[in-house]
């Protein structure tokens, strides 16, 4: 059992959820969004996103984080200081950290790498049986967390198939390992 906790950084919303891998089934612990003021100067809000979250981390204590990459913006000012957002997390999780693209945590959960946010909300609210509506930064930070999950799963398959390949069957194509 191993608890994960997924970040969606911004600096002036940044979401986090947190989910429970038994074997492979995701269980829904906790969501939420940290507000940041934008009257405060960005300095304040990068310290509100590293204390608030090491006060999520020593509540539900994960095992494993997951944070979502920076991607380009038409403005240069917000990918900065996303990225700042991104590196106060960072800091404050004291945990082995993976990082996903965007792209890649849609195509995880949804099957499809430029699914819309909606999208994203409803697959995450039923593969953790969420009734009701998430908010949209809490169900992203979901979303990084089952990527991760997703992708652990994926990479110790690998590595028990490397370990025993006479495990796996070899009639389905998925399998097939060359040689």
């Not at 038994?22 to 304040?44: M, R, V, W």
Request: glycine fraction near 8%.
């Amino acid at each position: 059992m191993t608890v994960i906790i997924g970040i969606d950084p911004g600096s002036r919303h940044t979401g986090y959820g947190l989910i429970r891998i038994d074997g492979n089934q995701s269980f829904y612990i906790a969501s939420g969004c940290i507000h940041l003021d934008t009257e405060h100067k960005l300095p304040q809000r990068l310290q509100t996103i590293f204390s608030e979250l090491q006060k999520i981390i020593l509540l539900h204590q994960p095992a494993e984080a997951a944070i979502e990459q920076v991607f380009m913006h038409e403005n240069p000012g917000s990918a900065l200081k996303l990225g700042q957002a991104r590196g106060a997390a960072i800091v404050a999780l004291t945990i082995p950290v993976a990082e996903y693209s965007a792209r890649q945590v849609k195509q995880s959960v949804v099957g499809y790498g430029a699914a819309k946010k909606e999208q994203v909300q409803h697959m995450v609210g039923r593969l953790l049986n969420i009734t009701g509506k998430l908010q949209a930064d809490a169900a992203d930070a979901l979303a990084i967390a089952l990527c991760h999950a997703h992708s652990r799963l994926s990479i110790n398959k690998m590595l028990l198939i490397k370990k025993s390949p006479q495990l796996v069957k070899k009639n389905r194509w998925r399998d097939y390992i060359p040689e």
